[in-house]
């Protein structure tokens, strides 16, 4: 479905869904390659949500086949959990880069955090191995639905009215800081604590004047460490919590399948969360935290735990967490 084959009867869906090819592939450094994917359908991908706007990438399986994606786009995912897991290709979640070029030239930028020690995923692997002409297929917000005023709900980057932005986030946020902080209005202050694993692996970002970017390469050290006594001295707290974190809420899941994600409109936990009319925030301040479960845990305690701060004023997303598969 392209919006020129629409007629004025149409419901429009979000998302669109299109196969998808590598047109460029780059080494940014050693924890970073940054690829160029494209498809026709991309002059139809939305560029205004912007921010920390998420897209799924689906690789191709074993036998270098990709999966058939149900047709209808606001079914696709139950779609696709009702398909023989054997069936199915890896599919992981990833920040928009860069959107580039136009019309059916539209080039949609994606920056993959890879590693080579033996312990790397799907994703990293086809990232490492990707070669112009490759294919995948991506599920991105499709422009004319989203005009049509139905909302895409891949955008968590909220600070409604406030003017005082603080971003935390490990490598693997890096991608959404880095374009948060190029569509940040130019009269925003603030500051983002960046830890990336080695010095070789910072990048020159564009964003206001007086927002700031801290550079903490990890170097050996233990995994956040830098990054949460940065942000704990910024909020004037001691470099460390003088007591354990609170046990997270429990469900009906084992622990280790409870991912933080906590935003003004979504909690993983099954909280009570603001009434809709109610999540814009009108705080002058604004946090947004995403990275390893931990990094952002730790985080959120300092924020909300100690220092008090209101649910609208937050957004934690726990990209990933240590030692457990990363799911669909």
């Not at 086809?126 to 599920?139: C, F, K, N, S, T």
């Not at 991105?140 to 909302?151: Q, S, V």
């Not at 890096?174 to 603030?190: E, H, K, M, V």
């Not at 010095?199 to 990890?218: I, Y």
Request: hydrophobic share 40%; charged share 25%; proline share 9%.
């Amino acid at each position: 479905m392209s919006a020129s084959t629409l007629d004025a009867d149409t419901i429009l869906p979000t998302i669109l869904i299109t196969d998808a090819q590598v047109y460029a592939v780059q080494r940014l450094s050693p924890a970073f390659v940054r690829v160029d994917i494209g498809s026709p359908r991309f002059a139809d991908i939305a560029r205004d949500e912007g921010f920390d706007t998420r897209i799924k990438l689906i690789f191709p399986g074993p036998d270098g086949a990709l999966p058939e994606i149900p047709e209808d786009p606001e079914q696709w995912y139950a779609g696709w959990l009702a398909m023989p897991e054997a069936a199915r290709s890896p599919m992981r979640t990833y920040t928009i880069r860069e959107i580039v070029g136009a019309g059916q030239a539209t080039r949609v930028v994606i920056d993959f955090v890879v590693h080579e020690d033996g312990d790397s995923g799907p994703a990293c692997r086809w990232a490492l191995a990707a070669r112009p002409g490759d294919r995948l297929q991506v599920i991105a917000p499709f422009a004319p639905g989203i005009a049509a005023g139905n909302p895409y709900r891949g955008t968590e980057f909220q600070p409604g009215t406030a003017t005082d932005i603080l971003l935390v986030g490990d490598e693997t946020a890096l991608p959404a800081i880095a374009r948060i902080l190029a569509d940040l209005p130019p009269q925003t202050r603030g500051t983002a604590y960046v830890e990336i694993p080695s010095g070789d692996d910072v990048q020159p970002l564009s964003g206001p004047e007086h927002v700031w970017v801290t550079w903490l390469a990890r170097d050996g050290a233990a995994y956040g460490e830098r990054v949460i006594g940065a942000v704990r001295r910024h909020l004037g707290l001691t470099a460390h919590p003088s007591s354990p974190p609170p046990r997270e809420p429990d469900s009906s899941a084992s622990a280790l399948d409870v991912a933080i994600w906590e935003t003004r409109t979504y909690s993983a936990y099954g909280e009570a969360l603001p009434d809709p009319a109610d999540v814009v925030a009108t705080d002058e301040r604004y946090a947004w935290v995403a990275g390893e479960s931990a990094l952002v845990k730790a985080v959120r305690r300092a924020l909300v735990d100690e220092l008090g701060w209101d649910r609208r004023q937050v957004a934690f997303m726990g990209y990933w967490r240590r030692g457990v598969a990363m799911r669909s």
